[in-house]
DNA sequence: ATATATATTTAGCCTTGTCTAAATTTAATT
DNA sequence: AATTAAATTTAGACAAGGCTAAATATATAT
């Protein structure tokens, strides 16, 4: 059984390394889980010893099979919680991830099965991100970056890429949520802000916004 | 903020001392706690650094007001996850007690009272055991043990004292729920054996069985 | 190819919470 | 009251997980 400190470190290889396929650096892993490298250099260590990770000395670490379905285990919980919280618990989608971050590190096969038939088994949380199976596949849908898209096109929200609560907010107060239609009206090519069409009221964003949302053309 | 590790002794002294209120021994905290007498001596020391408890050294332990505040509200949140296991995901009563001992820990002033109003603010638990209100206070309802009965008595259960799995398995094998109705017959003098009659069924359980279930009198 | 900068690892120390063994205090018996 | 037993505390050690500073390896720039 791991310790809860284990788990975010696996977590953080998932997540930043093409779900643990790529190799991810000391210094990233650090940054990550806000930590120091000589740290993350012991913890990597460690984990390669219980055969979690694939560490070879200055060269990072990838997951192994083993590694990489116990970090998605965790995302799954991570991501089924917030879709409790929100779904549930009339918590809003920038106040789940504190809470979510404790949840996914409860230990129980009945509660975390139960927990997704009760929720009806969702394919995403509240941000629009997959929610792995209980063998760790996720499926992925086609999305790309609103900022990708041309005049004319058309598309729904259906996640962000950046989801602390300072660009969550910022979408609330701009009326944009998971499902609202999108129609690019024109771009800029000095800094490649948008001119997009919502709910009928047109509305500049910046490149930095653009950037951080999904979509899916229609 | 304080750690799952001195959440844990609050508790322990909790439940041995009334509340808090009566002198707990080094001892009796090793024993809840499974562990020895010289962690908690020096886990004792830090929460009275804190002012959690009251210690004398020798003397045992007792809460202070904060300290019986927080062990409180680690009960509601345990009490509260329980039903939520129960009502919503199909938990049965012998299953709940380690997933809440988890549940229990986590923080959130937002969680808990949303969990709560989503329950419909219970009062109990689903082994008969009060809710902690906000505040921290328990209403008590006068409940007694079946084996203060006498012949002719009639109650219904409302509780149980042991909770461990095994009696509660035994309770299920003999189709003893919270909310069923006993009639005392008769009571063994020699080893304080009773028969009930349960359901129309007449039973006899002993000794161990009848002072472990607390009965509201009709 | 060499020098410099950056990333990573190592070494040594710290805190939390635990343990065993020894010392001390309190409780129980003679 | 003196002795023995039981409970409690102290002393010293350890594992987990973290940190800082120093050493080493890799990457970048001259
Ligand atoms: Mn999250
Ligand atoms: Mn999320
Ligand atoms: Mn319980
Ligand atoms: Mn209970």
Redesign the interface.
Do not use: G, M, P
């Given at each position: 059984m791991l310790t809860l400190s284990e788990e975010n470190y696996l977590k953080a290889i998932y997540h930043l390394g093409k779900f643990g396929s790529q190799s991810v650096s000391t210094n990233a892993i650090a940054e990550q889980i806000q930590t120091k490298a000589s740290s993350v250099t012991d913890m990597i260590k460690k984990l390669a010893e219980k055969d979690l990770v694939n560490y070879k000395k200055y060269q990072g670490a990838t997951l192994t099979e083993s590694g990489r379905l116990t970090a998605a285990s965790v995302v799954r919980k991570h991501r089924l919680w917030e879709v409790f919280?929100v779904e549930?618990?009339?918590?809003k989608w920038d106040?789940v991830h504190?809470?979510a971050e404790?949840?996914e590190h409860?230990?129980?096969e009945?509660?975390i099965n139960?927990?997704d038939a009760?929720l009806d088994f969702p394919t995403h949380d509240p941000h629009g991100d997959p929610i792995p199976d209980k063998h760790g596949n996720i499926k992925k849908t086609d999305k790309e970056l609103l900022a990708s898209l041309k005049p004319s096109d058309e598309c729904l929200c259906v996640g962000v890429k950046d989801s602390s609560k300072e660009f969550l907010n910022y979408l609330d107060k701009n009326e944009i949520a998971l499902g609202t239609h999108f129609k690019v009206m024109s771009k800029e090519d000095f800094d490649e802000s948008m001119t997009i069409l919502i709910n009928n009221e047109t509305k500049s964003i910046s490149k930095t916004v653009s950037n951080n949302l999904f979509v899916k053309v229609i």
């Open positions: 919280l549930n618990l009339n918590f106040e504190e809470v404790q949840l409860i230990k129980s009945k509660l139960q927990l009760f």
